[in-house]
């Protein structure tokens, strides 16, 4: 049964009218506590109470540095219901870190728990403990134009504070709700950082819109099996994680004692999305076709093109995953360098249209006028359209590796390289050489690495691409940069290489 979506112009007046109509439904639950959305409502009114009762008013940012849980969700809407815009910040950086980035963004306070508010008080914050905010009882939400601010993932810099208006969360919403083809039998689980957006937008906002239960796990790679676990138990319908981890859950998670057959949609987006991963994932745990590619970012709410359920998957020439065709409501462009439409299968940046495109970026208007043109979102993204509108995604501009005169995607190297035993995880990066660029893989490899692993490492890239890379490196685990979500940071390690920061 799909029953129609409640009648609001604003998640928080969505939350609002479910704890009206069904006040005991299970909103949220994490590590065995859970809300209702009756109580979620009561604690996001009584929190808003809070919140302005310490100097937060309608309109200022209100910063979270809070980990996956029940304090982050109540905040979240409580500040949503007073008015204010919540950004969610990664609760592992350290509290200097915070911080500053805390003043970058302009936040009027930090909402952490009881260690992280004492830590980021004596950096000098307004620090607020998320135990200690209920107050009087608040009146009706009052949410103003903007929902929320999404940092970027900043894998080519310093993350950017992207403004979500309430109108385009809502239109991103609404399209997914219909997208997932969601029904009162559905259940969400969710592993993804709540400050990510595909963790935010999927697993925080989604859920209440459409009046679905989400199950809620730590994100941690030691936690991948309770994450699959939880889905197991509570015969989850609906989760979602970036490439990499689906690819380790493949590898390290025994599906023995896991019941997985509810599941229908596992959708695999925020990094490019590997044909391998998926096979080997929907393999060892017996989900065939469950896995959907998708392709999204901050700037446009999330979702711009997923590939729907039922629909098999597509793969260009040189093996890239298709993420489907455009979500209803959106537009694509590819274009070359003068800004001309490409002919379907030729690359070109990625151009975006539609009611769910961002507002632009916090106190940088530079950076938004150069991001939004003449209503069209400009991603910096490289991919190719086919002929039937299938969307290829070959990766970021500035990642993309420039070898006499020819475009490398990193992707293409990598799956080719993290396949040869021994590799951990690799990264492809562009390295000058001369006068002109180079490919250089580094490979993060469990010591003591095995002999001729450098010469098989060259060898499966030149099977793959017809050369072999000019230099390749072997580092410890975990040496490789990646972003907070598991992205790969590749212009910082390309710009390591070049220092010669990184040696075998």
Known sequence: MRPPLPAADTLVEALHARSLDTPERLAFAVDGAALSFGALAADARRGAAGLAARGLAPGDLCALALPTGLDFLRTLFAAQWLGAVPVALNPGLPPALTAARARHLGARCVVADSAGAAALAAQGVAALEAGSLAGSAAGPPRPGPAAYVQLTSGTTGEPRGAVVGQAALMASLRVSHEWLELTDADVFAGWVPLHHDLGLVRFAFQPVLSGRPVHLVAPSLARLRQWLECASAVAATITAAPDFVYRLAARVVDPAGLDLSRLRIATSGGEPVRASTIAAFESRFGLPGRVRPAYGLAEATLG????????????????????????????????????????PGLAGEIRVRGATLFDGYLGAPEATAEALRDGWLHTGDVGALSPSGELFVHGRRRALIKRAGALIAPGEVEEAVDAVAGVRLSAAVGVPMGDAEDLCVVAEVVAPARAGLERAIAEAVTARLGFAPARVLLVPPRTIPRTANGKLRHAELAAAVAAGTFAS
């Not at 793969?315 to 455009?326: I, N, Q, T």
């Open 304 to 343: 711009v093109a997923a590939v729907r359920p039922g629909e098999p998957l597509g793969l260009d020439e040189a093996g890239r995953v298709s993420c489907g065709r455009a979500l209803p409501g959106t537009t694509l462009r590819i274009v070359d360098e003068a800004g001309r439409d490409c002919a």
